[in-house]
């Protein structure tokens, strides 16, 4: 069965430090691979997708970037964190060709930007 | 663009009494997906159920049911003999294809309280 992992779980950062986050996917391949932020009491985001290795597409414009360097891995990052980067960051993932599937998500990494 | 409204921000319901969720959105498209999911208070994200608008039947799943109105674009979730797990925010979502991937378009959400 697919499983899907993110961590950190929780993060605090000062203002203007960098940031990683990762998340991995086993069970399958070539998955479809997404990022979402979501900011308290709100709904999700969408801010990066991706179809393939090195393909990475931004849905806002904002502090933040994706990188997918192999197949199950999405990374999340900032090189200067800011305020309103706070909030919880959930990577999803949907199986490749297949339009009618479902995303299913991780646990989430929480984030706190002080 | 498409967007998914949820109106009620917050609904309560006695344990093991039926609640209805509500849930619009505005699309153009004549073929999507509509999808509901739950985020305990875990903020896992857990698919509750999913309806293909091209089929007319009502999606169904245990005590999970949908009410798919296709020309009013509205899409209710009904609960069934609620239970203290049903507890949870509730997120209405559309499915739309960009590029080859899938895009979730979310509601605010619902905040669902069980009284016991």
């Known amino acids: 069965s697919q499983t899907i992992h993110q961590w950190p779980a929780t993060l605090v950062q000062p203002v203007g430090s960098p940031l990683s986050l990762e998340c991995t996917v086993e069970g399958t391949s070539n998955p479809n691979l997404y990022w979402y932020r979501q900011a308290a009491g709100r709904g999700l985001q969408l801010l990066f997708y991706s179809v393939g290795i090195g393909q990475i597409s931004s849905e806002v414009p904002q502090n933040l970037s994706a990188s997918r360097p192999q197949d199950r891995q999405f990374i999340l990052s900032s090189k200067k964190l800011l305020l309103s980067d706070s909030g919880f960051y959930l990577c999803?993932?949907?199986?490749?060709?297949?339009?009618?599937?479902?995303?299913?998500f991780g646990p989430g990494t929480r984030l706190t930007v002080l | 663009a498409q967007t998914v409204t949820q109106s009620q921000p917050e609904m309560s319901v006695q344990e093991a009494e039926t609640v209805t969720l509500s849930c619009t959105y505005d699309?153009?498209?004549?073929?999507?997906?509509l999808f509901w999911y739950k985020q305990p208070p875990s903020r896992q994200m857990i698919l509750v159920i999913r309806q293909e608008a091209y089929k007319q039947q009502n999606a169904t799943e245990n005590r999970f049911s949908v009410n798919f109105q296709k020309a009013a674009k509205s899409f209710s979730l009904k609960i069934s003999d609620s239970q203290l797990g049903d507890a949870a925010m509730y997120f209405c979502a559309y499915r739309a294809i960009i590029q080859g991937a899938q895009k979730l378009v979310f509601g605010q959400g619902t905040r669902l309280t069980i009284n016991p």
């Open positions: 999803a993932w949907s199986e490749w060709g297949r339009s009618t599937d479902t995303q299913y």
């Open positions: 699309t153009s498209e004549s073929d999507y997906y």
